[in-house]
């Protein structure tokens, strides 16, 4: 039972490792978007900063658990 809770613990700490790496490249990303602006960067930048905002949300809620 202890060994199954361990598992669970280590299997959402690498999740939560993965997240943050996904949101480190999408912050260069942003960055790139962002030096050139043009309408579709906009757009762009516009869901690469909501797709950030809802993995930094899904984050919080792993640690919490």
């Not at 280590?10 to 949101?23: A, D, G, P, Q, Y």
Request: hydrophobic fraction near 45%; proline fraction near 3%; charge should be positive.
């Amino acid at each position: 039972m202890m060994m199954d809770i361990n598992f669970k613990t280590k299997r959402m700490e690498n999740t939560i490792k993965i997240l943050l790496s996904v949101v480190k490249i999408k912050n260069k990303a942003l960055y790139f978007f962002s030096r050139k602006p043009s309408p579709e960067n906009f757009e762009i930048r516009k869901k690469y900063e909501l797709d950030i905002a809802e993995i930094e949300r899904a984050i919080l809620i792993l640690k919490g658990l």
